[in-house]
């Protein structure tokens, strides 16, 4: 089984920058999708950013122009880079893959966003 592993996360003021990165335990090949998930307490997982082996990526609205997801399939990492931050970003971010052989979850990683 894979394990994910998160880092990154903090606190940053709003218009900021901030680059979430996510390891995964042993080679993860192609075929794959990795990305991102964020959740705020009492609310439900949103859908960030995903991106492909083959490089092809989508984003929420809401982070559009803000946010890049990109991977190193050599290193077997994905990373988020949040630019202009802003409060509501405030969340826990969760890394993922969707594999032919299953799915797996980081930890998560807190990001706040102060006004």
């Known amino acids: 089984q894979v394990q994910l592993v998160e880092s990154g996360g903090g606190l940053v003021q709003a218009g900021g920058s901030m680059r979430l990165s996510c390891g995964a335990s042993?080679?993860?090949?192609?075929?794959?999708?990795m990305g991102w998930y964020r959740q705020v307490p009492g609310k439900e997982l949103e859908l960030a950013a995903t991106?492909?082996?083959?490089?092809?990526?989508k984003y929420d609205d809401s982070v559009k122009g803000r946010f890049t997801i990109s991977r190193d399939i050599a290193k077997n990492t994905v990373y988020l880079q949040m630019n202009d931050l802003k409060p509501e970003d405030t969340a826990i971010y969760y890394c993922?893959?969707?594999?032919?052989?299953?799915?797996?979850w980081g930890q998560g990683a807190q990001v706040t966003v102060s006004s």
């Open positions: 993922y893959i969707n594999a032919p052989w299953g799915r797996a």
């Open positions: 042993r080679r993860i090949g192609t075929g794959n999708v």
């Open positions: 991106i492909t082996t083959g490089g092809s990526t």
